[in-house]
């Protein structure tokens, strides 16, 4: 049966088109995009490879090892095709009757999760999927620390169609001069009720079917109208605007999650491309007590059509309660 639910989190509709497919291996993209193939033999992320990059801006490594050189555990360097850049000191707003524009203002950053290319995300170990956590953790508290900056997107992007370019595992940090409106509904829930919408979901789902796993610190669960089939959100139990603020205890939690989640998810969906979104508070500037950080894990099994497009209404032909089950029953790992 066909539904429409609301979006809270971004004040939309999404389509919920349950029975058109609901096995994974009924999408047609599903086995199509293990590997990103290089426009060369080198790959710049590789360790020794170090000069291919731009110039070192933070990492962990090993004892005695310089920047710019071998021995690194994680590498944080300049995206090579920024989208955003600080070549100019502000941002150049110009309007033309309805029309306005400003310049790309901001940062563009790739954090090489690991030395060793062909290894995923979800194969590292728990130690290096913490010191990775540290290090977005850490450059996020960098980036806030410009007044320019006002979002910051933390993201990655794995397979070809989600995106990605380098199959060497990374993840990306963008941040915006402005603030993006996909989270519009946390202000106005807050605005109407007074409390965090994602508190008052935690409330809510706690108990039923769309819980996938629950943890110490976190839920994993399949949102109520989710726009991606199979797609997942992590979700903080305590209330927090920020991923840079999760503490020791929380960084194992979630570094176990994100191993046990993303292995058992790729080998029930036989390995599709995937996205995943930390999205946070804004930064610099005022009227955010509403939000509360979460991570989206996105397989990407479909591509958009043209109602999609146009409407800007998002059709899943699985229902959360569905994948949630499925979910759930094909967990490899138990935290």
Known sequence: MTELRRDLIRDNWVL????????????PINKSAKTCPLGDEVCPFCEGNEALTGGELDAF???ASLPNEKGWLIR?????????????DDLGYQSNGIYARCHGLGHHEVVIETPRHGIQLHELSAEQVSLLLKMLQKRFKVLAGDDRIKYIQIYKNKGLFAGASQDHSHSQ?????????????????FREKGRCLLCQVIE???????I???SQHFIILSPYAPRFSYEAWIIPKKHQEYFADIDE????????????????MLALLDNPSYNIMINSAPVNVSGHDGYHWYMEIVPRLVVSNAVEIASGYFINPVDPESAAQLLRDGLLIQF
Not at 76 to 88: G, S, W
Not at 173 to 189: C, D, E, Q, R, W
Not at 249 to 264: C, F, H, M
């Open 249 to 264: 205890a929380q960084i194992q939690d979630l570094q176990a999650l994100l191993r046990g989640y993303l292995g058992s």
């Open 204 to 210: 809510e789902e706690l108990g039923q079917d769309r």
């Open 173 to 189: 940090i963008l941040a915006y001069p402005m603030v993006p409106t996909h989270n519009s509904g946390v202000n106005k829930f």
């Open 212 to 214: 996938i796993y629950e």
């Open 16 to 27: 919920i088109a349950n029975g058109k497919a609901l096995k994974p291996s009924a999408f």
């Open 61 to 63: 490594r090993q004892p």
């Open 76 to 88: 944080t360097v300049p995206n090579k095709f920024a989208m955003f850049k600080l070549n100019r």
